[in-house]
């Protein structure tokens, strides 16, 4: 089973930067592609970027050019790089499995991700 923890938000101004980060554990980590979620207040939750185990990547629209998602297998940790920040990406933000397995794996608590002047 998966066990995730995210870290690493924060209340930023806009055009800031944060690295947020997720804790792992599980037999399938090594093997499973990973993803960032967000949710923002009064909206559904939205997958904003994904890395397979071979570390090919994808990202949303929205932040496309402005986010890097990486993973560290040995460390079981999974990253989300946060550049020119905008309000509009307030929320809070949750790692999880990204595959077809996905309802199976309980969400984390997630962490809140403030951006505002």
């Known amino acids: 089973q998966v066990l995730l923890v995210e870290s690493g938000g924060d209340l930023v101004q806009p055009g800031g930067s944060l690295r947020l980060s997720c804790a792992a554990s599980?037999?399938?980590?090594?093997?499973?592609?990973m993803g960032w979620y967000r949710q923002a207040p009064g909206k559904q939750r939205e997958l904003v970027a994904t890395?397979?185990?071979?570390?090919?990547?994808n990202y949303a629209d929205s932040v496309k050019g402005r986010f890097t998602i990486s993973r560290d297998n040995d460390k079981n940790t999974v990253y989300l790089q946060m550049n020119s920040l905008k309000p509009e990406d307030t929320a809070i933000y949750y790692c999880?499995?990204?595959?077809?397995?996905?309802?199976?794996?309980?969400w984390g608590q997630g962490t809140q991700v403030t951006v505002s002047s």
């Open positions: 599980g037999s399938i980590f090594r093997i499973s592609a």
């Open positions: 999880n499995v990204a595959n077809g397995l996905r309802s199976l794996v309980p």
């Open positions: 890395i397979t185990s071979g570390g090919s990547t």
